[in-house]
């Protein structure tokens, strides 16, 4: 266990609507970080939070977008779904600004399938 | 040139062999290195990390940084079946922006055969 949790496990949706993921991070992390996995692909960063703000964004539409909240918990916003963005979505918590050595750890991820 | 590069296998090894786990990156200034284990539907799950040029062992596990030569392997000693798994290696560039960002490879899909 890692003790980074995310919801909902599993979802479907229909092309054109938007999905709220939702990360709770290790005690003592202060950063988020969401990564988005197709299928036979490594994980690909979106973004990441430090204490609320985003703090760097990876090659994703600006139609992804999140927040985290004082107790660094974090949502993943992704508006006018479409086909190719049915993924396993991952929530990565870390404690930020830290050392070389820093350790990332992933939650069980949420899977995402656009229909 | 792909940021990180892996062989996307699939590797398959008799139990009791040795498995080595190769991967390549392009950026220079990239700070931590890690390997993490993904059973099939399952998220990614941190096996080791590195950061000074060496070896680290853990266990059955070691993991080798050439930052000369870019390079970061994972070697696992007596493969069991349960080994069975595609390994990811991801890399942790220079904070730019105090962005902790992991950049990973494909993966390689490693079988353990009983």
Redesign the interface.
């Known amino acids: 266990e ?1 003790g980074v949790t995310q919801s909902p496990t599993h979802l479907i949706k229909t092309r054109g609507q938007q999905v709220t993921l939702r990360c709770s991070s290790q005690s003592g992390h202060n ?1 988020v ?1 969401w ?1 988005q996995q197709a299928l ?6 979106i973004f ?1 939070y ?1 204490r609320e703000e985003e ?2 964004r ?1 090659n994703f539409p600006p139609r992804f977008s999140g927040l985290q909240f004082p107790n660094y918990s974090s949502e993943l916003n992704v508006n006018a779904l479409e086909l190719d963005d049915s993924a ?1 979505y ?1 929530c ?1 918590s ?1 404690f ?2 830290a050392r ?10 949420s899977w995402l399938t656009v229909v | 040139q792909k940021e990180v590069e892996q062989n996307s296998g699939p590797l398959s090894v008799p139990e009791g062999a040795i498995a080595s786990l190769n991967c390549t990156y392009s950026d220079r200034g990239s700070q931590s290195f890690f390997w993490y284990r993904q059973y099939s539907g399952k998220s990614p799950e941190l096996i080791m990390f590195i950061y000074s040029n060496g070896d680290k062992e853990d266990g059955r596990f070691t993991a080798q940084l050439n930052k000369a030569s870019q390079y970061v392997s994972l070697l696992i000693r007596d493969s069991q079946p349960s080994d069975s798994a595609t390994y990811l290696c991801a890399v942790k560039g220079a904070r730019r922006g105090g962005s902790e960002k992991l950049v990973f490879g494909k993966g390689t899909k490693l079988t353990v055969n009983p």
């Open positions: 890692t950063t970080s990564y036979g692909q490594g994980p690909q960063f990441q430090y703090n760097g990876g396993l991952l990565a870390s930020g600004q070389s050595g820093n350790t990332i750890y992933f939650g069980e991820g």
